[in-house]
């Protein structure tokens, strides 16, 4: 047996040195992790003093430290460690779109989209879900990244998005068909459907026994759900029809002068969270169930003032000058806003957060996303800023842990991961500190396992 006292370089150095040696050899040789607390990703209690036996791919048991460890076992030493499954961001494009020169159209860059994807495992996220994804060449990254021929997280792709009004059914339907020899994992409906459009992919989708994500507008989430749309993108569905009646006039009035992302802030000053018809959405959503990935992210940073630093001066952009270039450049979302505006949707902004905190209190399946490739979000770092903004919401470390565990794994339909237990895969991060005393400690990671793999190492959110 091999005791390892800590789980520095040597415990890396050695994982990968006897997988190197060849599957017989180094995969069957297991890895005990020992005294450590287990935080399983269910959100309960902590298992305390607990030993984690890893061969292979699997998590072999999850046991009290006092019985004897397996025989020919390297043994990690995790006293004042904090054991819990890899996270799970369900709302990571793949591939980042590029700025065009001039009037040409936005490019996918595969080399950066692979580097950030490097960078979200250095991160601890062990497992991505791609809502939108370019048919041929998002697909065809999804299955290198599974295959190990691309270094990051597993990843779970929707075909690309429809967002077409004027299809017609027939037309909705043969997109569906279409897809289906790349074997997307989903089918996802955009902002500009109408219900009777999103009802012909929901059909058509789940005929091929696919699920639908809807990123809705037109298309309000309580339709949505009745229609049957699987899993709903972002916080709200910035809809008309999700506002008071008394209030609606009003909003499509101002959409007139104040367009693009501007009117976001007259929506949400007039959105009553606490309304009736908001109570019955949750109720369905929380019936269904239908996941929602809230996205807190998507809005903090792209409506951040030009001087504010949380984002717009990350130090984990530091590694991607390209796209502080582009978000600059090109995607600045905010760059025609006044004063009065950044004003007005810091002051409409804890009504987002008051929603989310009410969905979660209402058993909506609330599960952790970043919209990843959107303005000032930064690969991997993005998550843990997504678990600070649920925290500022009101949302409890144990329920953030959750979203990004259990409750991520069972939206995906998975049972092999997002969970401590004996028989998932041993997608597993160790930290030093306790994220039930601040979620920010999900950055001290000391290691991250894949697979049974120790995959990277150190601590990437260290001083921030």
């Given amino acids: 047996m091999i005791n390892l006292r800590r789980f520095g370089l040597s415990l890396t150095a050695l994982v990968l040195a006897s997988c190197a040696q060849g599957a017989a050899q ?47 076992a390297v043994l990690v030493d995790g006293r004042g460690k904090f054991l819990l ?61 599974n295959a190990g021929r691309v270094r990051g997280p597993h990843a779970l792709a929707s075909a690309e998005l429809i967002n077409d009004p004027s299809l017609t059914d027939t037309q909705l339907r043969q997109i569906v068909r279409d897809a289906l020899p790349y074997r997307p994992d989903y089918i996802k409906v955009y902002s500009r459907l109408k219900p009777e459009q999103v009802a012909s992919v929901v059909d058509e989708a789940h005929r091929h026994h ?27 569905d910035w809809s008309a029809d999700s506002l008071p009646a008394d209030r609606r006039a009003a909003y499509l009035e101002a959409t007139k002068t104040r367009r693009g992302f501007r009117s976001r802030i007259d929506w949400l000053e007039a959105f ?41 001066r990350n130090p984990a952009l530091d590694a991607f000058p390209e796209l502080r270039d582009d978000w600059t450049r090109c995607d600045d979302a905010t760059a025609d806003w006044s004063p009065d505006d950044f004003r007005r949707w810091k002051a409409a902004r804890p009504k987002l957060l008051a929603w989310v905190k009410r969905m ?42 959750r979203m990004t565990g259990a409750d991520a ?49 150190g601590r990437p959110g260290a001083g921030r």
Avoid at 217 to 228: C, D, I, K, S, V
Avoid at 282 to 300: G, H, K, Q, R, W
Wanted: aromatic content about 4%; proline content about 7%.
């Fill in 360 to 401: 979660s209190d209402g058993g909506v399946r609330l599960v952790s996303g970043t919209d990843l490739t959107n303005e000032w979000i930064a690969p991997g770092e993005g998550l843990h800023q997504e678990f600070e903004l649920l925290a500022e919401a009101g949302l409890s470390p144990d329920r953030i842990l």
């Fill in 409 to 457: 794994a069972k939206a995906l339909g998975r049972a092999d991961i997002g969970v401590v237990e004996a028989g998932r895969r041993a997608d597993l991060v160790l930290l030093s500190a306790d994220p039930r005393q601040g979620i920010g400690a999900t950055r001290s990671i000391g290691w991250v396992m894949q697979g049974g793999r120790i995959v990277a190492q």
């Fill in 272 to 312: 009553d969270p606490n309304g009736a018809e908001q109570t019955a959405l949750i109720a369905a959503l929380a019936e269904n169930p239908v996941s929602v990935d809230v996205t807190l992210m998507a809005y903090d940073g792209k409506f951040s003032p030009p001087d504010e630093g949380r984002y717009r």
């Fill in 26 to 72: 180094g995969r069957d040789q297991p890895i005990v992790i020992e005294h450590v607390t287990v935080l399983d990703g269910r959100g309960g209690a902590a298992i305390k003093d607990a030993r984690v036996v890893v061969r292979g791919e699997r998590i072999v048991s999850v046991t009290s430290a006092a019985s004897p460890p397996p025989r020919g």
């Fill in 210 to 236: 696919l699920p639908v994500i809807g990123h809705l507008q037109r298309t309000t989430w309580a339709e949505g759900a009745r229609l049957g749309v699987d899993h709903l993108a972002h916080g709200v």
């Fill in 85 to 145: 499954p890899g996270f799970i961001d369900m709302h990571a494009h793949l591939l980042f779109p590029r700025c065009g020169q001039g009037d040409a159209p936005p490019r996918f860059d595969r080399a950066l989209s692979e580097k950030a994807l490097s960078a979200q495992l250095d991160f601890g996220i062990t497992t991505v879900r791609s809502p939108a994804t370019p048919t041929v060449e998002g697909l065809a990254l999804r299955d290198d990244l």
